[in-house]
């Protein structure tokens, strides 16, 4: 087990509506980054939060957004959904002054 | 561009042989390396890393070894386990990289009884 723990675990939505997943990190780790895994594929960088801004973004568009809570809890939102976002969405953590990335079990996301 | 492949999609090993797993990446300046193992339903975990300064690294019954001059990563599983099937994906972090770790499509071990 990680520590990283992620809410819900599976979410249906139709497309056009709004979406907020959530993480929470092991405490002591100050950096939480989000991936979008779609099925057969390696996760997608989205983007990452440190000391709650974010700090470096993948090619997703705005409609993906974040926030980081001073208690290193983080949320994904994603505005307009489209069925292409029917994917596994993970998080992760890592503690300060490291590299290593400790994932939650991620949220399965489907789009109707 | 960037980008991390690996060489076959699927493995299969028979239980107790060891197993290794191929991974080319395409980013000379990436200096960070990861394994990750991916049991369905599960998050990736992480399994070993090294960094561009060294050429092999050991763990528990798992061994990275990094070629620079091919851009090639492989990932050895000693005595390999019916618990070690799962996905397996290597990522690269380049030097530059607001830690961003590029994940490749990754590889499915199958473990033979």
């Known amino acids: 087990e990680t520590g990283v723990t992620q809410s819900p675990t599976h979410l249906i939505k139709t497309r056009g509506q709004q979406v907020t997943l959530r993480c929470s990190s092991q405490?002591?780790?100050?950096?939480v980054s989000w991936y979008q895994q779609a099925l057969g594929q390696g996760p997608q960088f989205i983007f990452q939060?440190?000391?709650?801004?974010?700090?470096g973004r993948g090619n997703f568009p705005p409609r993906f957004s974040g926030l980081q809570f001073p208690n290193y809890s983080s949320e994904l939102n994603v505005n307009a959904l489209e069925l292409d976002d029917s994917a596994l969405y993970l998080c992760?953590?890592?503690?300060?002054?490291?590299?290593?990335?400790?994932f939650g079990p991620g949220t399965r996301l489907t789009v109707l | 561009g960037e980008s991390v492949g690996l060489h076959l999609p699927t493995l299969s090993v028979q239980e107790g042989d060891n197993s290794i797993i191929n991974c080319a990446y395409s980013?000379?300046?990436?200096?960070?390396f990861i394994w990750y193992k991916q049991e369905s339903g599960k998050g990736p975990q992480f399994i070993i890393d090294?960094?561009?300064?060294?050429d092999k690294r050991q763990g528990q019954r798992v061994t990275v070894l990094l070629n620079k001059t091919v851009k090639h990563l492989s990932l050895q599983i000693a005595a390999t386990q019916p618990g070690d099937s799962a996905v397996y994906f290597c990522?690269?972090?380049?030097?530059?990289?607001?830690?961003?770790?590029?994940f490749g499509k990754g590889t499915r071990l199958h473990i033979l009884p």
């Open positions: 992760a953590s890592s503690p300060i002054n490291t590299d290593t990335q400790y």
């Open positions: 405490s002591g780790h100050n950096t």
């Open positions: 939060y440190y000391r709650e801004e974010e700090n």
């Open positions: 980013n000379s300046a990436s200096d960070y």
């Open positions: 090294i960094r561009s300064n060294m």
């Open positions: 990522a690269e972090a380049p030097l530059n990289r607001d830690d961003k770790i590029i």
